[in-house]
């Protein structure tokens, strides 16, 4: 539960606001994201560009802190440095691999809207691998987005606009991605905390980049060194931003608030998503993704509400 989010005169607490702040940072970073991505595809393969993505963050943040890394790897249990592991292969080497193949057959903002399911896929998970229990409002409220992400998805002027086949594939791949996601993070709930976090990351981004690595090399053709010269201000933003400040903000955020209520945060990347998509390449903003993200956004105040309504005072 968010330490201390209300105070007695019903003001947010500085924790709380900290935390609002943080989590809408991350989902700007988030978004911006796929922007970058769908950038830096014409230059560099989807699955190859998650792998250097991920090497090239995970050895920053093993050189960075190689010691204390060294450390936790070496006081972990076997069964804990499987969990880190198998952690980091579904929320990078899944996740990603699967985010970036789908930006090529489909807009960046139905990539958003997709991601946006996290808080919805994350309620099973939290209760298989934590025991944390969904109120029947909050069950509500995750059902209501689902509504949304289906109306904004299956939006029929984005369909036609290319292969209608690869398109559903890809939306598909992306709820499994996203499944995926919200596994890996709930996992690593039990283990990561507001000191150990960059100790975790850095394995786990390298351990997926490397199986990323091979995947690519199997089926992709490697691109020349000038493709890879031109796409290095995205790869800059994606290790730097994307990977290490993006994660450290999530998981700063998982030691703040319960894995349903950190993920709450991605229902507002359809929204920051659809107007940076319209923004950098001119992507519709049809009525049914009008009114999906209105419903989205219905579901995260009512989210947000009973989530903060749950929390003891100061």
Known sequence: MMRSSIRADGFPSQIALWAALGGTLFALIWSLSFVVTRLALPDIPPVLLAAIRLI????LLVAFRARTTLATWRAASPATRRTIILAGLLAQAVYLGAAYWALTAIPTSVVNIVV???????????????????????????????????IAVFDTQSMRMVNEGAYTAAAMLLLVAVAALALGNTLVKRIVTARNYIDICGPQFLTSGVVLLVVSLILETTPGWDALARALPELGYLVLLGSIVGMALWFKLLSLMTANQAASFFLMTPIMGMGLGA????????????IGVVVLMASISLKVMVSFANKPND
């Open 116 to 150: 946006s399911a996290l808080p919805l896929l994350t309620i099973p998970a939290a209760f298989l691998v934590l025991r944390e229990r969904a109120s029947l409002i909050e069950t509500f409220a995750v059902v209501l987005g689902v509504t949304g992400v289906a």
């Open 279 to 290: 923004l950098f390449f001119g992507e519709l903003m049809t009525t049914s993704k009008i």
């Open 56 to 59: 090239a963050s995970g050895a």
